[in-house]
């Protein structure tokens, strides 16, 4: 009978249910906070405001890169630039409204192939108003790109670590280490 907190994702791209919308009014008017995780690929126009209209608190975009070229190696669709028009587009939208809803958050899963990008992301945030930049580590399993000699898990080397510091010390947007599942 209580909903607090309601993550509308697991599987699949959220922004393909056309009743999203729909589904996150129905649970703001029960009293939940909103968010779910997306490739914002299909983040158009319409939806964009449709999300604000219903009152989404957050999305959290899963951009694994700050570089066209990176983000089409590691996500295997050349989609950067739609993704990055799409939030500025978003960001047009709330300042239009004057809301701050939904909140954007950039996620990097951190690999050798894309550490170099860490940097990247501040300015990414700036020009997409993201609020925050969240960083994990590639959890391996051995499939695609999620093999252990991508991976960082267990240690940062030097290279690693300063280009979390180069990120973080820019102070533009804060950037949050999300621990290792």
Do not use: C
Not at 41 to 62: H, N, Q, W, Y
Not at 112 to 118: A, G, P, S, T, V
């Amino acid at each position: 009978p209580v909903l607090e907190r309601v993550l509308l994702h697991g599987i699949g791209e959220p922004l393909l249910n056309r009743e999203l919308p729909r589904m996150i009014s129905h649970l703001k008017a029960r009293g939940a906070t909103v968010l779910f995780n997306s490739n914002a690929i299909t983040l158009s126009p319409k939806m964009g405001r449709a999300l604000v209209d219903a009152g989404l608190d957050e999305l959290r975009v899963s951009l694994d890169a700050s570089s066209r070229d990176t983000y089409a190696r590691i996500r295997g669709v050349d989609a950067f630039d739609k993704v990055v028009e799409n939030l500025e587009r978003l960001a047009a939208v709330k300042g239009e409204l004057a809301t701050p809803r939904p909140v954007v958050s950039l996620w990097l899963t951190a690999l050798k192939e894309n550490i170099d990008e860490i940097p990247g992301l501040v300015p990414l945030a700036v020009r997409t108003a993201a609020s925050s930049i969240h960083l994990q580590r590639l959890v391996y399993n051995g499939l695609g790109i999620a093999t252990e000699d991508q991976s960082l898990y267990g240690r940062l080397e030097a290279r690693e670590a300063e280009m979390i510091r180069a990120a973080d010390a820019s102070g533009i947007a804060p950037l949050v280490r999300v621990p290792d599942v």
